[in-house]
Each structure stands twice: as structure tokens, then as C-alpha cells.
């Protein structure tokens, strides 16, 4: 097959047009491809994505005044004061025989739910203090956002080219995947509905630690990473975010189930600081990008003990530089909004390992 014949120069974004050629489902990921152009010309840019997307999702119920709502009917708008009101149960824990328990020692059963197959495929209990819905959303939704991520990348990078082969789409997908940890080690929590990266210039205890683990990272080692942006789900209740962030420094991440911990992991030398003013009028389930957390996955698929597929961890430390909250949603409150992290990256020795996706269509008009 002759290459296909590309313009080497972005158009002003506002005159894109992107179209999908081709997408297939291989073991549970959503492979596609796509060409982005200016109408009717040559496209200047291909690209293929390997993404972790599904279409069966749980979310917490929410209530007639944007609260969550609790098993008793209590829509609960403030879970903080919530957790210190002893009026109401709450179904906090499981007893030695794994039932789940309240606070006045009785029993309810758990919402399950099966985590993604990339991440274990198996149901998962879910703390049953709240109301639970099932919903569906499509591929194509979801296809459609992992393109708009990647082309405020194409903008920031210049990018231009044949980049098939180069890009992952990952997200949080158990509920062991993603926890939350006060910096004295106390409150870990992997079922937690809010993970908070809380800073503080004075209590060690009033700073927050949360971590997201993502599996199948199909990066093969001597691989440059181009670009690496978590993107979080914004709660209520933000302040600012200042936040360190690393990964942890491991060939192969343990969730939060296998490892109950979020502080004591062991970080990356390198570390990137995630600093914005979040002002209270931030929309509540708007999607934040990070800064470019590229020389964090770097150092650890560099590692020798790295292998394409092996599970990586990413860190936001609150600290001691100003006092703010920066809080955003978990798997276990809405699982479709749940950490997501894209990856582009240039495969060791050279191009990508271009997906076996093809632009039949196009292969007469650029022969």
C-alpha cells in the first residue's frame, strides 16, 4: 500500500472536520481510526486509537437538589457534615464475615457491579449506603470525547503526520482502582465517592492523597511518551488545586485492594505541580486536563523491569504551599466519570505499532 498523501500543516482549528473510517472491538478495547482535515482537502493528520471503553455504567442517585441520595431517602447535599450527623445510618463497613454493616450493626447487601474486563471483569461490591442506577452510554459518545482530548493535544504539540499507532485511551475501571488517603494515614478509603488532593500550610492531616491505577498500559519499554494528561471530574465544594503529582516508581501497580494504601507508596523522582485557581462557579462534573504528566509515565516504562501491559499508578499529593480544596468525582459515585489518562507516545526504534485498522476507502486516492 503507497502511503497516503498528507498536508504537513494544521488549518485553523475551527475549520476541522474529522472523520471515522474504521472501529472494531478486540478484547474488550474499542480500536479506531480517523483522519482529520480541512473540507475538501488532503487530511493532515491520521490517527488510531487503543481506548478503554464501556458501554454498561452505575452511578449514585441523584436527588431532587443535585444532593446524592442516601439508602434511608436523606439526599445528602453536605457529605461531610452527613458523615458527623448521628441521626442517620450509615453503611460504613464489613464485618469479619465480609457483610456489609451500619453503624448500629445492621446488615445490607451490596450494590454489585462487574468492574471493566481490562480490569478484571469480575462483580465488585460496591458500599450500599446509596442509591444505585444502572445506565448505558454509547461508544460513539465516548469515541467522540477521546478525539476532542486528543485534539487539544494536536494543538498544544503541533502534531501532524501518519501518528497511528501512537496514542492510548485508559480510565479507571473497579472500584479498587482509585482511592483516597489523609497524609497522616489515617482515612484511606477506596470506596470513597470524592478523591481529594486537599493542600494545607499548616495540619498534615488536612492534606489529601489520591491515586489512580490504570491497567493494560500496552507502552512497550525504550518507548518515548510524547504526552501523558489525566483528566479528572470536577465535585463540589473546590477552592484550588494545589497538588503534586508523580507516579508511582514500580514495574507493575497494585490496586487498591491488593495494596490498601495511598501515602506510603513509592514515588517518582520526577513530579509535576498541578496548580490552578478553581473558583466556586466551576460547573460540578466538568472534566479538568492536568499539565503534561509525560516524564512521570516516562520514568517508570523506563524501568527495567517495564513490560507492555503492565499497570501504572498516578499520585496527586495536596501540600503545604496554600491551603485549598480539590476534590473530584470516583469510580464508586459515577463510574462513566471516573480518572481517564491518555497517552501518546513514539514506540522504541522509531513509528508506532499501528493497529490493524485500515483506511480502505482512501487507498485508491492516495495511490
Keep these: 500500500m503507497t502511503r497516503p498523501r498528507l498536508s504537513d500543516s494544521q488549518p485553523p482549528r475551527d475549520k476541522w472536520e474529522v472523520e471515522i ?17 480541512e473540507t475538501a482537502k488532503d487530511p493532515f493528520l491520521l490517527n488510531n486509537h487503543k481506548a478503554q471503553i464501556r458501554t454498561d455504567h452505575q452511578r449514585i442517585v441523584v436527588g431532587p437538589n443535585g444532593g446524592i441520595m442516601h439508602v434511608s431517602g436523606v439526599e445528602v447535599l453536605d457529605l461531610e457534615s452527613f458523615e458527623k450527623d448521628k441521626e442517620f445510618y450509615r453503611w460504613k463497613d464489613r464485618d469479619r464475615s465480609g457483610n456489609w454493616r451500619d453503624d448500629q450493626g445492621r446488615t445490607l447487601a451490596p450494590f454489585l457491579f462487574p468492574a471493566a474486563s ?16 444502572t445506565f448505558t452510554l454509547s461508544e460513539a459518545e465516548q469515541i467522540q470525547e477521546c478525539i476532542d482530548r486528543y485534539q487539544e493535544r494536536m494543538v498544544e504539540k503541533g ?3 501518519d501518528k497511528r499507532g501512537t496514542t492510548l485511551n485508559l480510565q479507571v475501571g473497579a472500584s479498587a482502582g482509585d482511592a483516597v488517603e489523609d497524609m497522616d494515614n489515617t482515612d484511606f478509603s477506596s470506596g470513597a465517592t470524592t478523591l481529594r488532593m486537599d493542600s494545607d500550610t499548616s495540619t498534615l492531616g488536612n492534606r489529601r492523597t489520591s491515586g489512580w491505577q490504570f491497567t493494560g498500559v500496552t507502552i512497550a519499554g525504550g518507548s518515548t511518551i510524547n504526552s501523558a494528561i489525566l483528566s479528572l471530574y470536577i465535585a463540589s465544594g473546590l477552592t484550588a488545586a494545589d497538588a503534586d503529582g508523580y507516579a508511582e516508581d514500580v514495574d507493575s ?22 496548580t490552578e485557581t478553581l473558583v466556586a462557579s466551576t460547573s460540578v462534573g466538568t472534566m479538568r486536563p492536568s499539565p503534561d504528566f509525560d516524564t512521570l509515565v516516562q520514568e517508570v516504562t523506563d524501568r527495567g523491569g ?52 485500515f483506511m480502505k476507502q482512501y487507498r485508491q486516492r492516495w495511490n
Design 118 to 133: 481490562w480490569a478484571g471483569g469480575q462483580d465488585e461490591e460496591l458500599d450500599p449506603q446509596w442509591q444505585r442506577e
Design 253 to 274: 501497580a497494585a490496586n487498591f485492594s491488593t495494596t490498601a494504601d495511598v501515602v506510603d507508596r513509592t514515588l517518582t523522582t520526577a513530579v509535576t505541580a498541578w
Design 306 to 357: 517495564w513490560s507492555s501491559g503492565n499497570a501504572l499508578m498516578i499520585l496527586l499529593r495536596g501540600t503545604n504551599r496554600s491551603t485549598g480544596s480539590f476534590g473530584c468525582r470516583a469510580y464508586d459515585l459515577v463510574t462513566s466519570t471516573a480518572g481517564k489518562l491518555d497517552i501518546d507516545y513514539t514506540a522504541g526504534g522509531g513509528g508506532g505499532t499501528v493497529i490493524p485498522v
Design 159 to 161: 502534531y501532524v503526520g
Design 21 to 37: 473510517v474504521e472501529q472494531k472491538t478486540e478484547s474488550g478495547l474499542v480500536l479506531f481510526e480517523y483522519a482529520v482535515r
